[in-house]
Each structure stands twice: as C-alpha cells, then as structure tokens.
C-alpha cells in the first residue's frame, strides 16, 4: 500500500475587510463611494497585498464616520486583532494598505 504525500499547507489565511456598505453610500457623490473597492483592490494589489486580503461588502458596521469609511479589520481565523479603520475616500485605499503593512510588518513573517 503506497503512503501518501502530505497535504500541501495552503498558507495563512486572508486578512478579511469588511468594507462598510452604509458608509458607501452616505459619501458625498464627489467623493465616488461607489467605485471605491474598486479603488481599494487596486491599492492593496499595487502594495502586494491582493493575495494576502479579502474585501468584504458589509452592512453597517455600527460607526458611522462623517466623510469616512469604515472598514472591519479581521486579521485571521482566531480573530483576535479585529479592529475598527477609518479610511478616507479620497486616499483610494492607499491609507489602508499602509495601515496593514504596518501591522504586518509588527507582526513578523508567517
């Protein structure tokens, strides 16, 4: 009877985003909430980031920031670390890649 190889590990799970939907829609028309994932998925594919994250539509996150967006940071499955971010439209995604490469960064590799 032939062994078989263990399973290939699949690497660390998706850092989850949940990308406030109320929030979206609240943002003054100017500000393009609506194309903003769009936006967002470019970011942080642009920082390396595009396999290491999912963006989530949510509902309300229950903190609703005047001319921000709020996103639900859950960092594993453990979701220990989940937090609260404040992204401002305007930045396209980009405050928000700085935030995790700073957190990632703090946290060593995998």
């Not at 003054?28 to 290491?52: I, Q, S, T």
Request: glycine share 10%; charged share 25%.
């Amino acid at each position: 009877m032939a062994k078989r190889a263990p399973p290939e590990p699949e690497g660390p799970d998706p850092i989850e985003l949940h990308l406030c939907h109320r929030c979206l829609v609240r943002l003054p028309a100017d500000a393009g909430g609506v194309d903003l994932p769009r936006r967002v998925r470019e970011a942080l594919k642009a920082h390396g980031l595009g396999n290491r994250t999912q963006l989530i539509p949510a509902s309300c996150l229950g903190h609703c920031p005047t001319g921000l967006v709020t996103v639900l940071v859950v960092p594993d499955a453990t979701a220990r670390g989940t937090h609260a971010k404040l992204i401002a439209p305007e930045a396209d995604g980009e405050d928000l890649a700085r935030h995790l490469l700073q957190g990632l960064a703090k946290a060593g590799p995998p």
